[in-house]
Structure formats: structure tokens, C-alpha cells
């Protein structure tokens, strides 16, 4: 329980700080950063296993660099979902699937 919790802690971390480095991401308000930080858990803990199966030998053959599209995917899934959240573009999607990958590594580090 508290590793989901440090996750979603470090998803909105993460939007807030996409949203600050990149101007053209759009985030209405702090609410708007708590509800993107559950939903993309909610995506990646129900859709992500699944499509990382599904494309496991393209993630093989790039040495798993296809899993950051995917991350990218999954973020560009939670944009759709969520009204107040707006990445306009792959290239800003991918950045902010980057910062969600440091964060989540910062809180793993914090979590040991």
C-alpha cells in the first residue's frame, strides 16, 4: 500500500513539474494534479501489463527503450481522460513520461 501511494505521490509530483518546465502543458489546477497523478496509476496499473505483453518482442529488440513509448502512451491516455490536463504533442508527452520515470526512481531511493 505504501508503494502505490509513493507512486501516485510521485506522478503528481512529476505533472506539476512537466507542467512548470514546459509552458505548453496545461494544468487547470492542483486538483487537476492530484486526479492526473491517480489516473495514470489507474492506467498503468490496468492497461500497461497488458500492452507491454503485447509488444514485448519490439521491447526486445530496442533493449527495452520501447517501454518509454509506452510510458508516453500512457500518459497521452491519461490527457485524454482528464479534462483539465493538456499535453499538446508526442515530444511533450514523452518529456513528461521522462520526469514521471525520475520521479518514481527518487521515491524508490527514498522508499529503501
Not at 492526473?36 to 527503450?65: D, E, M, Y
Request: aromatic letters at 8%.
Amino acid at each position: 500500500m505504501r508503494k502505490l501511494l509513493l507512486k501516485l505521490l510521485a506522478n503528481m509530483v512529476a505533472f506539476y513539474c512537466a507542467a512548470k518546465l514546459f509552458p505548453a502543458i496545461h494544468l487547470d489546477n492542483m486538483e487537476t494534479v492530484v486526479w492526473a497523478g491517480l489516473i495514470l496509476g489507474v492506467v498503468n496499473l490496468l492497461l500497461r501489463p497488458l500492452l507491454f505483453l503485447i509488444t514485448l518482442p519490439v521491447n526486445l529488440l530496442t533493449l527495452g527503450l520501447f517501454s518509454l513509448v509506452l510510458n508516453t502512451w500512457m500518459v497521452m491516455l491519461t490527457d485524454k481522460l482528464l479534462a483539465g490536463l493538456q499535453i499538446p504533442g508526442f515530444l511533450l508527452a514523452l518529456a513528461t513520461a521522462v520526469i514521471i520515470a525520475i520521479c518514481n526512481m527518487m521515491m524508490q531511493i527514498f522508499d529503501e
